[in-house]
């Protein structure tokens, strides 16, 4: 008996170090972008949606963006009275470098030129393993 609970006891030291090393070779290396934003007070939804649009665009005039979702399907502990952010803009950059090299790029500017006039708070994380 003292055999055969040794042998699970191995066998499952086993799986979990099997399944930690695969998690960490299949862990991506891309930067996530999150954006949520308040917008000012007068904004139109047609200027936020110019805004959002521009973001959508931005991994065909930017190559180190592989992806941008602006489309927020929940939004859980709002309290408007309290909290204005009610839009979020994410984008997938492939590489920290590629986040770094954006800052400034001919991209950045062109699409900062719709958001920033009607942004009026944002809060930024750029998270990745």
């Given at each position: ?81 309290k ?32 958001y ?8 930024t ?5």
């Amino acid at each position: 008996m003292k055999n055969l609970i040794s042998c699970f006891f191995l066998a499952g030291m086993l799986a979990a170090g099997t399944s930690l090393a695969f998690a960490a070779d299949t862990a991506p290396k891309s930067v996530i972008h999150v954006i949520t934003v308040a917008f000012k007070d007068g904004t139109t939804p047609e200027q936020i949606q110019a805004a959002l649009e521009g973001a959508q665009k931005l991994p065909g005039q930017y190559a180190g963006i592989t992806h941008v979702w602006t489309k927020a399907i929940k939004v859980q502990n709002l309290d408007e009275a309290k909290i204005k952010k009610t839009h979020v803009i994410v984008m997938e950059f492939a590489s920290e470098q590629a986040l770094k090299d954006y800052t400034d790029s001919a991209a950045q500017k062109e699409w900062y030129k719709l958001y920033l006039p009607i942004r009026e708070q944002s809060t930024t994380y750029d998270i990745t393993n």
